[in-house]
């Protein structure tokens, strides 16, 4: 479990194609920290570490994986979004994020507001998932509250230290973004039949 407040931003040293899934090496700040079977939110999807080293990990995502996320997007040289999974011990700062992708966004409009930025995402209402106003939204994995909800998409607003500690400063309008909606949401519109 994972609560959306980023730790670091890692970037891809390589990519690796092992059948259908692939293998990333990640080089990150996190790296001499972490250990094999620890598991690690990237741009929001819950991956497992496999092997660690001096300056970087490596994870694989599946196929599936690959699929439903921006990871089968990414190359050599690409920023994620990196958090380690929740302590039980510490402060709930963001929103209960479980990694699991629902589906992948697309940023339509960046607006930058003298010193925040407005980012504008729309997604495909068919798969069922919804924003509620003022409501929780992981967006890359990040801990967001979305507004100008509607039911294909909605607005964040970002202000700069999210902007430069994330991968945010380096999406574009058309980029593809993982999005995790709210779980409390999730289960309140299954509960409702809707």
């Not at 999974?85 to 699991?100: A, K, T, Y």
């Not at 068919?126 to 924003?131: A, H, I, L």
């Not at 967006?139 to 607005?155: H, Q």
């Amino acid at each position: 479990m994972f609560t959306g407040i980023i730790e670091a931003a890692g970037r891809v040293e390589a990519v690796q194609q092992e059948g259908s899934n692939r293998r990333f090496t990640i080089h990150s700040a996190l790296s001499r920290e972490l250990k094999i079977d620890q598991s690690v939110s990237h741009n929001g999807v819950c991956l497992t570490v496999v092997e660690t080293g001096p300056d970087g990990y490596q994870v694989v995502a599946i196929d599936e994986t690959l699929q439903k996320s921006n990871l089968g997007a990414l190359k050599p040289g690409g920023v994620v979004n990196l958090e380690r999974c929740m302590l039980s011990n510490g402060r709930f700062d963001g929103h209960v994020v479980q990694g699991h992708v629902d589906q992948t966004g697309i940023v339509t409009r960046i607006t930058e507001k003298d010193g925040s930025w407005l980012f504008d995402f729309e997604y495909d209402p068919g798969v069922g998932n919804v924003t509620v106003e003022k409501g929780s939204i992981a967006v890359n994995g990040v801990s967001l509250t979305c507004f100008n909800s509607r039911d294909n998409g909605f607005t964040v607003a970002i202000i700069p230290y999210t902007y430069e500690h994330t991968n945010f400063h380096q999406l574009k309008t058309g980029d593809t973004v993982n999005l995790e909606f709210d779980i409390i949401g999730k289960y309140v519109k299954r509960l409702l039949g809707k």
